[in-house]
C-alpha cells in the first residue's frame, strides 16, 4: 500500500481536506480509499442517512461492490470534490487507487471529481459559483 506524507486539515472547500505536505509527482499512487465493502443495496440505504447531511463516503468499485469509507475508512475519505482536480480515481484489481492527475506542491488540498452525476444533490463548492450538483 503507497502512502504519501499527507495531512488532514481543514478545507475551504468543504469541512476537513487532505493536504500534501511534500511534493507529488503525476501519476503516483497516493492512498487507496478503504472503508468496509458492501452491497449496492447496503450502499443506498447508507446514502439515504448521510446524503441529507451532505456527506458522500460511499464509492463504488464495480456491480457488486461499494466501499463504504465511514466504516473503516482512511484518511482517503476526507480528499475533497472538485471540478477542476489535481488527482483522479483508478479501481485496480479491486483497490480504489487516488492519483496524481499532475504535480502537486506541498501544501496544496488533494482533490478528485466524485463523477456523480448529481444522483447524490449536493451543491459542489470546489469554487465560489461553482454550479455543479453532485
Same mark, same amino acid.
Given at each position: 500500500? !503507497?502512502?504519501? =506524507? +499527507?495531512? $488532514?486539515?481543514? %478545507?475551504?472547500?468543504?469541512?476537513?481536506? @487532505?493536504?500534501? *505536505?511534500? =511534493?507529488?509527482?503525476?501519476? !503516483?499512487?497516493?492512498?487507496? #480509499?478503504?472503508?468496509? $465493502?458492501?452491497?449496492?443495496?447496503?450502499?443506498?440505504?447508507?446514502?439515504?442517512?448521510?446524503? =441529507?447531511?451532505?456527506?458522500?463516503?460511499?464509492?463504488?468499485?464495480?456491480?457488486?461492490?461499494?466501499?463504504?469509507? %465511514? @466504516?473503516?475508512? /482512511? +484518511?482517503?475519505?476526507?480528499?475533497?470534490? %472538485?471540478?477542476?482536480? /489535481?488527482? #483522479?480515481?483508478?479501481?485496480?484489481?479491486?483497490?480504489?487507487?487516488? $492519483?496524481? %492527475?499532475?504535480?502537486?506542491?506541498?501544501?496544496?488540498?488533494? *482533490? #478528485?471529481? #466524485?463523477?456523480?452525476?448529481?444522483?447524490?444533490?449536493?451543491?459542489?463548492?470546489?469554487?465560489?459559483?461553482?454550479? !455543479?450538483?453532485?
Amino acid at each position: 500500500m !503507497t502512502r504519501l =506524507p +499527507l495531512a $488532514r486539515r481543514r %478545507s475551504r472547500i468543504a469541512g476537513w481536506g @487532505v493536504f500534501a *505536505t511534500t =511534493p507529488i509527482t503525476k501519476n !503516483t499512487r497516493i492512498i487507496d #480509499y478503504a472503508g468496509e $465493502r458492501i452491497s449496492h443495496r447496503e450502499s443506498r440505504r447508507r446514502e439515504r442517512r448521510q446524503l =441529507p447531511l451532505g456527506r458522500i463516503w460511499c464509492f463504488t468499485v464495480d456491480h457488486q461492490v461499494v466501499v463504504d469509507a %465511514s @466504516v473503516g475508512g /482512511n +484518511l482517503a475519505r476526507f480528499i475533497n470534490h %472538485s471540478c477542476r482536480p /489535481n488527482c #483522479y480515481a483508478q479501481v485496480m484489481r479491486g483497490t480504489i487507487w487516488i $492519483r496524481a %492527475s499532475r504535480a502537486i506542491a506541498a501544501g496544496e488540498e488533494l *482533490t #478528485y471529481d #466524485y463523477s456523480t452525476g448529481g444522483e447524490a444533490g449536493i451543491q459542489c463548492c470546489c469554487h465560489p459559483g461553482c454550479r !455543479t450538483i453532485l
